[in-house]
């Protein structure tokens, strides 16, 4: 079994040239598919808002959902680098709040970092969660919980104008002691130039492949989320048609009598006569 990574181990894949490939996904199930095929980082993201519970987006999502979470992502993953997402509310009104939230995720779902989404206008709250001794991912670009004053799920950084804000929202995630920085929903030239001004590991989510190593959602490249397709997303496989097929044959076969076959049945353990008598003696208990 491969040795979980932990930060330096990121510093030095970027070092090495070598990318780094991680994953979203939200339970121990799938997080154990993931630690299986190799998978470098794991983050339990707060598109479960989404992808599991079925709200528009990920401003429902609330601390206790994303630590629930990521204890079974966790538990199906143990040697993996895993990432906690803090979701919305939690670390906007105060720094204090941040650091608290943050903690909650280490203490209770023993994460190696927390990742949360802003540039500018959340430096603060990186500051005291990194001075506090946790190492925080900065996210910028497309940030699903601002989608709102964004005008929807919009590519960022498309504009002179809006590249500038992606840039100094990078260079404010930087200076105020993200250990890495993920940029989404922007287009390459942006990432590109980010990456090659920041000496920290710069990943990318639809922000093309010059950076330092890509994520994307398992709910997405396994075909398993189908109300919205981003344009980046590649499809690895069509887990909704093979699932959909599967439970129909259930159907079918439950209907027909053909499930469960005697290969799925317990056996009595003694003479069939036996249990006779026992039903016999047993019938009258059945009566008002
Ligand atoms: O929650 C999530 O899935 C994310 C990814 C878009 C990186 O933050």
Known sequence: MAKKKSILDLYQMKENGEKAAWIVLYDSCYASYAEAAGIDMILCGDSMGMVVYG????????????????????????????????????????????????????????VDAVKLEGGVAVADKIRAITQAGMVVFGHIGLTPQSSASMGGFKAQGRTVESAKAVIEDAIAVYKAGARTLLLEGVPEEICAFVHQMLPIPVYGIGAGAQCDGQVILAADMLGMYQNFTPKFVKKYADIAGMATNGIAEYVKEVKADIFPGPEHKYKISGEQEEFNQLFEQMKPLFEK
Not at 68 to 83: D, E, F, K, S
């Open 55 to 110: 709200y528009e987006g990920t401003v429902p999502v609330t601390m206790d959902m994303s630590i629930a979470h990521c204890q079974g992502v966790r538990r199906g993953a143990p040697n993996t680098y895993l990432i906690g997402d803090l979701p919305f509310g939690s670390y906007h009104a105060s720094t204090e709040d941040a650091v608290r939230n943050a903690m909650r995720f280490y203490k209770e779902a023993d």
